[in-house]
């Protein structure tokens, strides 16, 4: 299993950026996929993750100004973020997994990882 985040950067508060995370060695239409953050300084964050089927959740901190979405046909999961927030810089990780867990907000348990990909947001 391979995940590999791209699209990270620099950006001014209140600017957008799209990250990907393309992924292989497992059927993708059958996992959840997911972002995380690991903010400097602070805590692990769990941000947004979309199901099997399409749908999504995205903690309140980023609800509105992020957008989750899945491309089933190239095996790539993307986070949307728009009005981006000095508070939002940090390593964003993509995560996939289908057995069904309490362990973090989507409900299911994360059991791949990708090396994560930095955000910055600064004037």
């Known amino acids: 299993v391979q995940l590999v985040e791209t699209g990270g950067g620099l950006v001014q508060p209140g600017g957008s950026l799209r990250l990907s995370c393309a992924t292989s060695?497992?059927?993708?239409?059958?996992?959840?996929m997911g972002w995380a953050r690991q903010e400097p300084g602070k805590g692990f964050e769990w941000v947004c993750g979309v199901y099997m089927n399409g749908s999504a959740y995205c903690e309140d901190s980023v609800k509105g100004r992020f957008t989750i979405s899945r491309d089933n046909a190239k095996n790539t999961v993307y986070l949307e973020m728009d009005s981006l927030k000095p508070e939002d810089t940090g390593v964003y990780h993509c995560?996939?997994?289908?057995?069904?867990?309490?362990?973090?907000?989507?409900?299911?348990?994360?059991?791949?990882w990708g090396k994560g990909t930095l955000v910055t947001v600064s004037s």
């Open positions: 995560a996939t997994g289908k057995r069904p867990s309490w362990s973090n907000p989507f409900g299911y348990a994360m059991d791949y």
């Open positions: 060695g497992f059927t993708f239409s059958s996992y959840v």
